[in-house]
């Protein structure tokens, strides 16, 4: 028997006005749970412009504790529309600690729970190590009246490890906010082997791990405020893929779009039985993979 699960994904382009930001959010799950969406999943920091272009210590104003008074909104619109809502979120834990966190609200507009990025970058553009904090929740998923949620945040996206791990705690489907994009420099070459690269890891944990996944990008041009560079341009292209990998949905490149797609989440299990990869892990030699490297 299927058990499908109706997901809308929100790819959309950010400014510096939170307010106007959370409130086209909230337009556009308003839009998705009345065309039967019941997952709502946004892309990372959604609140803001990606403030990690450079280092600055004002934007630590942009982060915000995880409580009810902050979520206030996006609480109410979960329980008002009856849907489960993926957020992601500047995390302010304490003076000087900060998150990049993604909180999943339950449709009754509680906290079902949340996850801290694990794997911070820290390249020309995405300097994250300034600003987060690595997570310390571990790979856990969410449950929630919709499923158990793997939720994992962008970067972590490159890494089979958190996939699988998500995986062997009974994760049904592997979510990621993200927020990637191109530098403008690289030639159209080399934008095409990131893109294709980016959406390869990910379907390889699908397979891998014979898991759907869900991954939703910001979309649209922003630019740097130090005049270095020129800016990020966010490639969009969310996408769905089911447990073997096949394409579910695609967004384009280059303009935004809230969109619903249907998975059947039974459908794991009898892929997992053609291809038993859980069973024929040699977990007793395994142990180097605690290793940094392996001299």
């Known amino acids: 028997m299927k058990r499908i699960l109706k997901v809308g994904i929100i790819q959309q382009s950010n400014n510096a006005d939170v307010s106007e930001n959370r409130r086209r959010i909230i337009d ?7 065309q039967g969406a019941e997952l709502i999943v946004n892309r990372e920091l959604h609140d803001s412009l990606y403030f990690c272009q450079t280092e600055n210590t004002s934007e630590f104003d942009l982060a915000v504790p995880i409580t009810d008074d902050s979520l206030s909104e996006y609480m109410a619109v979960a329980a008002k529309c009856g849907i489960v809502l993926v957020v992601s979120l500047f995390e302010r834990r304490a003076p000087g ?8 609200i339950e449709k009754d507009g509680t906290i079902a729970g949340r996850y801290r990025k694990m794997h911070i970058p820290d390249d020309p553009a995405y300097y ?9 929740l571990g790979f856990h998923p969410v449950d929630t009246s919709v499923g158990r949620l793997g939720v994992l945040v962008c970067w972590d996206q490159w890494y089979p490890e958190a996939a699988r791990l998500m995986a062997l705690a009974g994760a049904e489907i592997l979510i990621y906010p993200t927020a990637i994009g191109w530098e403008s420099t690289d030639s159209s070459d080399e ?14 944990h699908a397979v891998a791990n014979g898991l759907p996944v869900v991954t939703v990008n910001r979309v649209g041009h922003e630019p740097d405020p130090s005049g270095i560079t020129n800016g990020i341009q966010f490639w969009g292209h969310s996408f769905v893929v ?5 394409f579910l949905y695609k ?3 280059d303009r935004e779009e809230s969109a619903i797609v249907e998975i059947d989440l039974e459908r794991s299990e009898q892929v997992r039985r053609w291809w038993p990869f859980l069973r024929d892990r040699r977990i007793d030699y395994y ?3 605690t290793r940094r490297f392996r001299d």
């Open 191 to 204: 934008k095409a082997r990131q893109q294709d690269a980016w959406v390869t890891v990910q379907r390889g």
């Open 128 to 136: 994250e190590k300034f600003y987060f904090t690595p997570g310390d």
């Open 242 to 246: 089911g447990p073997q990998g096949e």
């Open 97 to 104: 600690l900060y998150h990049n966190t993604a909180v999943v």
């Open 287 to 289: 142990e180097d993979l």
């Open 251 to 253: 967004a384009p490149s």
């Open 28 to 34: 556009s799950i308003e839009y998705l749970s009345s």
